[in-house]
């Protein structure tokens, strides 16, 4: 019987090792930063607390564009630390997105907290500059400017994996594997890790272009006002940039499941033609689907529309259900050892799978009418992002700090995975109700007969908070472990014995 084992060659970088740990160390460390903010928001709608309409909105500005850009951070880290292991990266350029990251940050929070600003993360043109004195001009350059920063960092991130994949496989077809897709298999394809990386690269890199450009043309709107700007062009580049790039983050840490799971199973994860086409696939559809989000919209080209509904319905096929089948196959009778690692990998393909279905019934054109606007959204990306996105970055980061793979978790771990896995349930679903019950997002101020699903929902929030910071304790308290990835690291292919 064959069995699928992997070889390894020693190739230690401490500077890689530095900056990945230095990564999740900011992502873990923001991340439960945006976590109370989330609870706060809640609080005030639960009425437990009283911090003003004014507070709320700023706290839901940051909130959103903290989650998303921490969440990007994470996803890069788990794609840059496995990637390298195939390709010649920069850990230079690596630390320099970290930089520019944080000096977007700081921006931001001097936008918000100082300046006021609170126009949301989506800053819906021609919002930033028509605050009626809420805010300065100021101030909305400084958040626009912390995303552009944040931006240009992410951009230099991925023309380097982009310089990498080229100077490795020649070109982005044969990285995403098209001679096997579309010729013979020879079983050559590239390995999971670089089809999903090259199509991150090639999304996220045209996402940031168009970002980029929208937010420059803002900027300067902002001090001439005579620079014109189509609204429903920028509201449109807006939603391309932005969906791209939240859509990305899960993209990049699923990398984990591809690279850890087979670890555990003793069984490789093959880039076989169905892999293969949906990667692709999915390639193309990410770019096209962002209009969804735009059906109550009724100046938005209606062939635009109905193409965001068709996209959305097929997005949710290829690489969710290939990578779902896969790591089942995986995984069964495998005999794996289930730990915090595997485990947490695993319920994260649940947590994406679960958080596609709300986001697979409000992409019906008759239901987004009427659920939209409401926390059904809410409940949506929160399931995507925590039950799936996030938990993806805590196996990885169980994986990292283990200090060998047959050490066994303590109960305070197994207590935290599944407080985290109930409470994160319970808060999302709290959301889930109350969209169905049409409590209007968005709000600071709720009605009296909404305010229990709002209590729910934070006492939930509480717990997630709770059993997050467990899992950030451990792999703090376990730093100084992470390091087997990085004197030893396993060479591109498995071998068979």
């Known amino acids: 019987m064959n069995v699928a084992t992997y070889t390894y060659e020693h190739t230690p970088d401490h500077g890689a090792k530095a900056g990945v740990l230095a990564y999740l160390a900011t992502s873990a460390a923001v991340l439960l930063l945006m976590m109370v903010f989330g609870l706060l928001m809640r609080l005030e709608q639960a009425q437990w607390i009283s911090i003003g309409a004014d507070r709320f909105y700023e706290l839901m500005t940051l909130h959103g564009a903290g989650m998303v850009g921490i969440a990007a951070i994470a996803g890069a880290s788990v794609m840059w630390h496995f990637l390298r292991q195939y390709v010649d990266l920069s850990s230079r350029i690596f630390i320099a997105n970290l930089v520019l990251f944080l000096a977007g940050v700081v921006m931001i929070l001097g936008s918000v907290l100082i300046g006021h600003f609170h126009g949301a993360w989506t800053f819906l043109f021609p919002l930033p500059g028509k605050s009626m004195g809420m805010w300065s001009p100021g101030a909305a350059a400084l958040f626009m400017g912390g995303l552009l920063v944040i931006g ?40 999971p890790t670089v089809v999903a990386s090259a199509m991150v690269t090639v999304v996220n890199v045209i996402g940031l272009v168009v970002g980029a450009s929208i937010l420059t043309m803002m900027l300067v709107n902002l001090y001439v006002p005579g620079f014109d700007i189509d609204p429903l062009l920028a509201k449109g580049m807006i939603y391309f940039f932005g969906h791209i790039f939240i859509n990305a983050t899960i993209y990049m840490a699923v990398i984990a499941v591809y690279e850890i799971l087979p670890r555990y199973t003793q069984r490789p994860w093959k880039s ?3 892999f293969l086409a949906s990667w692709t696939a999915s390639t193309l559809m990410v770019m096209f689907i962002f209009p969804h989000h735009l059906l109550m919209d009724f100046a938005f080209p209606k062939w635009m529309l109905v193409m965001g509904h068709i996209i959305g319905y097929l997005n949710t096929v290829p690489i969710l259900v290939v990578t779902g089948y896969g790591a089942l196959m995986i995984v069964y009778r495998s005999g794996i050892r289930w730990d915090m690692a595997s485990k947490l990998l695993f319920l994260s393909l649940f947590g994406w799978a679960a958080g596609a279905m709300p986001a697979f019934i409000d992409g019906t054109i008759t239901v987004n009418y009427v659920m939209h606007n409401t926390l059904w959204v809410p409940g949506h990306f929160h399931t995507y992002l925590l039950l799936g996105m996030v938990a993806m970055v805590f196996g990885f980061m169980y994986y990292l700090g283990k200090p060998d793979h047959e050490a066994d978790d303590r109960l305070i771990d197994r207590i935290a995975f599944w407080l985290f896995t109930a409470s994160v349930l319970g808060f999302t679903l709290s959301f889930l109700y109350s969209g169905k019950e049409s409590v209007a997002r968005r709000y600071a101020a709720h009605l009296p007969e909404w305010v229990p699903y709002d209590r729910i929902g934070a006492v939930f929030a509480m717990l997630v908070i709770a059993s997050s910071l467990l899992f950030v304790g451990r792999f703090f308290s376990r730093i100084g472990l992470a390091r087997h990835d990085y004197q030893r690291a396993p060479v591109a292919r498995p071998a068979t014995a």
Request: hydrophobic share 50%.
């Open 152 to 191: 240009v960092g992410f951009l230099l991130l991925h023309l380097d994996i982009a310089r990498a994949i080229v100077a490795r496989y020649g070109n982005f077809a044969r990285a995403l594997g098209w001679p096997q897709l579309f010729g013979h298999d020879d079983g050559k394809a590239p390995p």
């Open 272 to 274: 076989n033609k169905v």
